[in-house]
């Protein structure tokens, strides 16, 4: 049974650019859950998708958006990259009730020079 | 508020035990969750325990719950090296989907 995968693993942009990160969820589960995690600090929640849509979202500008797949997987998208967006990206899947728990992929490693 | 707060290092020797502990200010907190991440990698869940429980024991692991003072502890029985991590706890509240995680605290096992 695989668990939560995300590709690639580390990328490397200049700033203004945009990227794409992607995530496919444990089998089973329905849901995505996007998180940057800045060097050093815990996990911010950026937003979560679920039957295709955007269902919450956090204190992030509309630089972040995303997309779900009918398969359930996910694309987490930035545009006019920061030097601040460097960070590892952590998708998590669960199913859809509010109390799921969460559960991590290994993450993408941003880093925008 | 939304902080949840953990100090930062924590070091013990192989074989001791190890508590980390957390303090959150949400009373709505639904469940409250460990995770261990080890260098260059994700988050690994470890254990959780509803809010209304006081204690949950997992093999070495034991979580406290004191809702009360709003404060959470995680013990692991005879830290091993291979417990070298950082660990981070995270709340859910009711009526939201996201977690809202402490800054992490650093575990150093001693040989």
């Known amino acids: 049974d695989a668990g939560v995968t995300q590709s690639p693993t580390h990328l490397i942009k200049t700033r203004g650019q945009q990227v794409t990160l992607r995530c496919s969820p444990k089998?089973?589960?329905?849901?995505v859950s996007w998180y940057q995690q800045a060097l050093g600090q815990g996990p911010q929640f950026i937003f979560q998708?679920?039957?295709?849509?955007?269902?919450q979202r956090g204190n992030f500008p509309d630089r972040f958006s995303g997309h779900q797949f009918p398969n359930y997987s996910s694309e987490l998208n930035v545009n006019a990259l920061l030097l601040g967006d460097s960070a590892l990206y952590l998708c998590?899947?669960?199913?859809?009730?509010?109390?799921?728990?969460?559960?991590f992929g290994p993450g993408t490693r941003l880093l925008v020079l | 508020g939304e902080d949840v707060e953990q100090s930062l290092f924590l070091s013990v020797r192989e074989g001791d035990s190890s508590v980390i502990n957390c303090t959150y200010t949400?009373?709505?907190?639904?469940?409250l969750y460990w995770y261990k991440q080890e260098p260059g990698a994700g988050l690994q869940l470890l254990t959780y325990?509803?809010?209304?429980?006081d204690m949950k024991q997992d093999q070495r692991l034991t979580v406290l719950l004191n809702k009360k003072d709003k404060h959470l502890s995680l013990r692991i029985a005879d830290t091993q090296t291979g417990d070298s991590a950082i660990y981070f706890c995270?709340?859910?509240?009711?009526?939201?989907?996201?977690?809202?995680f402490g800054t992490g605290t650093r575990l150093k096992v001693l040989a």
């Open positions: 998590a899947s669960s199913t859809g009730g509010f109390v799921e728990t969460q559960y």
């Open positions: 089998s089973g589960h329905d849901t």
């Open positions: 998708y679920y039957e295709e849509e955007e269902r």
């Open positions: 949400d009373s709505s907190s639904t469940y």
């Open positions: 325990i509803f809010s209304n429980m």
């Open positions: 995270a709340e859910s509240r009711s009526g939201t989907y996201k977690y809202i």
